[in-house]
């Protein structure tokens, strides 16, 4: 999915009963990030868990930097 944890868990919330709850298989909450290529691909996800929230999306986006420069 071509979205960020993070924004699909602020566009759940401003939905009448929180249809994205019930997906099996997806949190909501921050660390898990699309990897897009420079060209605008969808290649894939990159999840990060074990610290604040916060903290997993500044480690997500690390790795999506790092993945970007091997495109």
């Known amino acids: 999915m071509p979205i960020s944890t993070k924004d699909l868990a602020n566009k759940n919330e401003g939905m009448?009963?929180?249809?994205?709850?019930?997906v099996p298989g997806i949190v909501l909450l921050e660390?898990?990030?699309p990897i897009i290529t420079k060209?605008?691909?969808h290649i894939g996800s990159i999840g990060i868990s074990g610290a604040t929230p916060e903290l997993d999306g500044i480690c997500?986006?690390?790795g999506v930097d790092e993945i970007r420069e091997m495109l």
């Open 39 to 41: 060209d605008g691909q």
């Open 16 to 22: 009448a009963n929180g249809p994205y709850l019930a």
């Open 31 to 33: 660390g898990g990030l």
């Open 60 to 62: 997500a986006q690390a």
